[in-house]
């Protein structure tokens, strides 16, 4: 079976730093996109490369069974889903709805139960690896909902990433990326931490971190947030302000289930103070600046 054809249009809303390169590897994988945008820039680059732009959200709706959603916040995914103009008035039965934003897992369980009336179906998938890894199509995908519609859309998310692990039930991807993002806030710090230290002490950052990347303190985060640090570089892989509301998602969870997180609500902590300084749209790891801020 040719899987162009099976998937036929695929249907893709929210093109901003991670979503454009997703669309556009669906492209260079020679699957047909339908993509709704806003800015203009963005609408030519993704036409030119051989996207067919809507201006309505319907007609996404109406044309694709398989549709990629990757919005800023959980308001923003249950209005396209479920508002007056939402994709749910127009959906064909069986489509699939594939959710890469990061939002509240109670939220996709709502969704997820108001399409299955619909006899369609939603599906969490919440990414990490930042644009790089969106350009390179090598994103980590943590997908929660049912398993025959994992196993069908499969070979789409492979399009998009070289790690796609299935957790289980609704909900289950957007609580994985919960601890992911509480994980990466936290060694961030700690990354921050040990860099001052070095820096106070006199000694080279480049050849600490090189020294510490032959080791068990290895990782991405001191790998290429490091680097950022280093270089005073924080152009926005993925902004202050989405982490923090990826944080403040992280810890509604722990007190819905009872639990005191205290590294997590540092790291929320240390991330509102990132905002509070105008920091909000550089990356997350400008958090580098608050930890140097806090120590003088």
């Given at each position: 079976?040719?899987?162009?054809?099976?998937?036929?249009?695929?249907?893709?809303?929210?093109?901003?730093?991670?979503?454009?390169?997703?669309?556009?590897?669906?492209?260079?994988?020679k699957?047909?996109?339908?993509?709704?945008?806003?800015?203009?820039?963005?609408?030519n680059?993704?036409?030119?490369?051989?996207?067919?732009?809507?201006?309505?959200?319907?007609?996404?709706?109406?044309?694709?069974?398989?549709?990629?959603?990757?919005?800023?916040?959980?308001?923003?995914?249950?209005?396209?889903?479920?508002?007056?103009?939402?994709?749910?008035?127009?959906?064909?039965?069986?489509?699939?709805?594939?959710?890469m934003?990061?939002?509240?897992?109670?939220?996709?369980?709502?969704?997820?139960?108001?399409?299955?009336?619909?006899?369609?179906?939603?599906i969490?998938?919440?990414?990490?690896?930042?644009?790089?890894?969106?350009?390179?199509?090598?994103?980590?995908?943590?997908?929660?909902?049912?398993?025959?519609?994992?196993?069908?859309?499969?070979?789409?998310?492979?399009?998009?990433?070289?790690?796609?692990?299935?957790?289980?039930?609704?909900?289950?991807?957007?609580?994985?990326?919960?601890?992911?993002?509480?994980?990466?806030?936290?060694?961030?710090?700690?990354?921050?931490?040990?860099?001052?230290?070095?820096?106070?002490?006199?000694?080279?950052?480049?050849?600490?971190?090189?020294?510490?990347?032959?080791?068990?303190a290895n990782?991405?985060v001191?790998?290429?947030?490091?680097?950022?640090?280093?270089t005073?570089?924080?152009?926005?892989?993925?902004?202050?302000?989405?982490?923090?509301?990826?944080?403040?998602?992280?810890?509604?969870?722990?007190?819905?289930?009872?639990?005191?997180?205290?590294?997590?609500?540092?790291?929320k902590?240390i991330?509102?103070?990132?905002?509070?300084?105008?920091?909000?749209?550089?990356?997350?790891?400008?958090?580098?600046?608050?930890?140097?801020?806090?120590?003088?």
């Amino acid at each position: 079976m040719d899987p162009k054809k099976y998937y036929n249009e695929i249907g893709f809303i929210g093109l901003g730093i991670m979503g454009k390169p997703m669309v556009l590897n669906l492209l260079k994988a020679k699957y047909k996109v339908t993509f709704f945008a806003r800015k203009k820039n963005i609408i030519n680059e993704v036409s030119a490369c051989g996207g067919k732009y809507v201006d309505k959200i319907s007609d996404i709706a109406k044309n694709c069974k398989y549709i990629f959603l990757n919005l800023p916040n959980s308001d923003d995914v249950e209005n396209v889903v479920m508002g007056k103009k939402g994709l749910i008035k127009n959906l064909k039965n069986n489509s699939t709805i594939i959710d890469m934003s990061t939002i509240a897992p109670q939220v996709t369980k709502k969704i997820s139960k108001e399409l299955i009336n619909k006899k369609c179906f939603f599906i969490d998938a919440p990414v990490s690896g930042g644009e790089i890894g969106a350009i390179n199509g090598n994103l980590s995908i943590m997908v929660g909902g049912g398993k025959r519609i994992f196993n069908r859309i499969k070979p789409l998310l492979s399009i998009l990433g070289s790690n796609i692990t299935y957790v289980g039930e609704s909900g289950s991807g957007q609580i994985t990326k919960a601890c992911n993002q509480i994980l990466a806030a936290g060694t961030m710090i700690a990354v921050s931490e040990i860099l001052l230290l070095a820096k106070k002490s006199k000694c080279d950052l480049k050849l600490v971190k090189k020294a510490l990347m032959g080791g068990f303190a290895n990782s991405k985060v001191l790998d290429l947030h490091g680097e950022r640090m280093i270089t005073n570089n924080y152009r926005p892989g993925f902004k202050a302000s989405l982490h923090f509301k990826d944080l403040d998602i992280a810890m509604n969870l722990a007190s819905d289930l009872g639990l005191k997180l205290v590294n997590a609500k540092y790291s929320k902590k240390i991330m509102k103070q990132a905002i509070n300084d105008n920091h909000g749209n550089k990356d997350s790891s400008i958090i580098n600046k608050i930890i140097q801020k806090n120590n003088k």
